[in-house]
């Protein structure tokens, strides 16, 4: 009985793991090359105008109207309203 008990409880924390992370939300995937512009946190935006990137790229800023589309490959740029970078993530 404990043991049906137990396989019950631990059922759904299995299955989580076969589902696959929702865009934007930082999965583990890392197709778009994010992990290697992490040290952009905290930093101004504009930085962004002089880098040249081999990739597919979107600067979103707040207020900015994006696709809901989701494309592995895309590096994002999130800027907060002062123009600083707060999350770089695929999509």
Request: charged residues 20%; aromatic residues 2%.
């Amino acid at each position: 009985m404990q043991h049906r008990l137990a396989l019950a409880l631990c059922a759904p924390l299995l299955l989580a793991g076969c589902v696959a992370p929702a865009p934007g939300t930082g999965g583990t995937g890392d197709a778009c090359g994010a992990s290697a512009h992490q040290d952009l946190l905290g930093r101004p935006g504009r930085l962004l105008d002089g880098m040249r990137l081999d990739r597919n790229v979107r600067v979103i800023r707040p207020g900015t109207g994006v696709t809901m589309d989701f494309s592995a490959d895309r590096l994002n740029f999130l800027l907060d309203d002062r123009g600083v970078i707060v999350q770089v993530v695929c999509g």
